[in-house]
Nanobody, 114 residues
């Protein structure tokens, strides 16, 4: 399984970014898809997750600001980030889960500046 993340970049605080993760196989072949992030000097942390029945879960730190969506035709899971804060700066990783385990994509850098 290959996961290709894109859409990272630099943005000012209060701005928006949209991350996209393209999977090498149909997204409904997974039990869930999601995103984690790792800020400099910190451990990797959970950001958001969406299951096949489209049940979404968000970290408290991003609730109300981030949304998740899936695009079946593009085979992607997308993380829409709004009202970005300095503390959202991190490398963001997409994940996919199936019965064999969890797969990780390469990270994409998000930098939020004042």
């Amino acid at each position: 399984v290959q996961l290709q993340a894109s859409g990272g970049g630099s943005v000012q605080a209060g701005g928006s970014l949209r991350l996209s993760c393209a999977a090498s196989r149909g997204i409904f072949s997974f039990n869930a898809l999601g995103w984690y992030r790792q800020a400099p000097g910190k451990e990797r942390e959970f950001v958001a997750r969406i299951t096949i029945p489209a049940r979404t879960t968000f970290a408290d730190s991003v609730k109300g600001r981030f949304t998740l969506s899936r695009d079946v035709h593009e085979n992607t899971v997308n993380l829409q980030m709004k009202s970005l804060k300095l503390e959202d700066t991190a490398v963001y990783y997409c994940t996919a889960e199936d019965r064999d385990g969890t797969y990780w994509g390469q990270g994409t850098q998000v930098t939020v500046s004042s």
